[in-house]
């Protein structure tokens, strides 16, 4: 279609120089003679075509446009739930070494969760054990548990996600989110089954934390998140 106005001004040039288009014996309107009507039919039709033509290119535009804000809209909420989920779990670590006294979530950043004293802190925190600041009802289990629950969550969330919506996704998020899921430490929680505890325990059995955590696993897994909120909080969510 992008092609008729190419076509109309080919034949009225063509019709213009083979055909006596003006007539300077006659005056007004029969000054143009035959092949001259044909030529400013032409030449008013490719006019009506373009404007129709650039209307309806920017009227599609607009509406891709749109389309693409409602769908950023969409991955931005829902990448957005999901890093709350899979963050919740270190937000309480925080509050849990930071004192105990609770702290809104908005306040604290990854910023502060990745400053070298909180994540000695939490490194060093046995996992294997109940939080002491604080309890949940219903019951949260240990840590480990809180971490399970929590980032399962959020990981199947974004699971789905990229199943439903990653053709359209950004090649930047669409790589985050697969490091996080692939390479992340504490993503295996969503992926494994949990550890049964036996009823009667071995004497010669490992004592819960005598094998602590891998060493910087916070940091990194802490920075991954941080890395898909900052893509998550820009206007390129969408291709």
């Given at each position: ?24 014996n ?11 009507r ?16 650039t ?34 779990p ?10 105990g006294?609770?702290?809104s979530?908005n306040?604290?950043?990854?910023d502060l ?16 054990l109940?939080?002491?600041?604080f ?12 971490f399970r629950?929590?980032?399962?969550s ?15 996704m ?5 790589d985050?989110?697969?490091d996080l899921?692939v ?13 049964r ?9 490992i ?25 998550n909080?820009?206007?390129?969510l969408?291709?």
């Open positions: 279609m992008e092609y008729i106005p190419i076509f109309l001004a080919f034949g009225s040039a063509l019709i213009a120089i083979i055909g006596n288009t003006w007539d300077k006659e005056s007004g309107l029969k000054k143009l003679t035959i092949p001259g044909f030529t400013l039919a032409l030449v008013v039709f490719a006019l009506i075509y373009s404007f129709v033509s209307y309806q290119q920017r009227e599609n535009e607009q509406h891709i446009k749109l389309e693409k804000q409602k769908l950023g809209k969409i991955i931005n909420l829902e990448i957005s739930k999901s890093l709350n989920s899979i963050a919740s270190f937000r309480s670590l925080y509050i849990e070494n930071n004192g006294k609770y702290i979530d306040n604290i950043s990854f969760m990745l400053k070298k004293p909180m994540l000695e802190k939490a490194q060093n925190t046995c996992l294997e109940r939080p002491k600041t309890f949940s009802v219903p019951d949260g289990g240990t840590w480990n548990d809180i629950t929590h980032i399962t959020g990981i199947n969330r974004l699971d789905r996600l990229v199943d439903r919506y990653g053709s359209s950004s090649v930047d998020m669409l985050a989110i697969n899921q390479n992340g430490y504490f993503s295996w929680y969503a992926y494994s089954i949990p550890r505890e036996s009823s009667s325990r071995s004497e010669n059995a004592p819960p934390c005598a094998i602590g955590q891998a060493i910087g696993v916070h940091k990194v897994y802490l920075e991954m998140l941080k890395k898909i909120k900052v893509l909080d820009s206007e390129t969408v291709r």
